[in-house]
């Protein structure tokens, strides 16, 4: 019986470990601890590389540190989609106005939109399974658009998807539990004891976790 886990690097990141200092999580040692009972043969980690801004210009390189520690798990495969940045203009929240009898002020952002990720992820998760490579699929997102792909993977080919959403602080998705075979919220007790140890070493020698994150 193989066990595939399929892991979804933003929502992981900003559901569990953002604003902590759990961000040198080892995602094997999370996968086993939300799965004990299997061994897991493969994981998939899905990203993009996310680009370097004026207040910021070193997270390319945290990034970067944190993928070669992903690289020393060896099942574990990173699959990278890309960051698209556009101008776009929104109503302030709260609303501000000039006039009350005319729409609200409005302000310019640089919105950052991560592409490819889901699709990604969704796209192994039925090649996968089309090829017959996992008995059960663990999936770490809480993304709305992994329904379609994980009802066909329970119903049609009658493989089991346990999700397990890292958002705590967020309403549990109902359609995402009605597909999947399971559902859970991960518990960030188990999160400090997943943790890769510091210093790490690989075929280019040791390096450690960045100073500050």
Known sequence: MATY?????????HGA????????LDVLALCQSLYPNQPIDLIRYFT????????DTKATLRQGMYL?????????HICTGYFLSKTCVFPQFPFAYLNPNRPPLTVQINKMEEKGTDVNLASYLLLDCFENKFDDALVISNDSDLIFPIEMVVKKYNRKVHVFNPHRSRSPNQR???VATSYTIIDPKILPNCQFPDPLTDSKGQFT?????
């Open 48 to 55: 993009a590389w996310v680009k370097p801004l004026t207040h």
């Open 176 to 178: 995402l539990i009605k």
């Open 17 to 24: 470990v953002k604003g902590t200092k759990l961000k040198w």
């Open 68 to 76: 070669r520690a992903l690289r020393t798990i060896p099942n574990l």
């Open 5 to 13: 886990a399929y892991i979804d690097g933003f929502n992981l990141y």
């Open 209 to 213: 976790k960045p100073p500050t994150w």
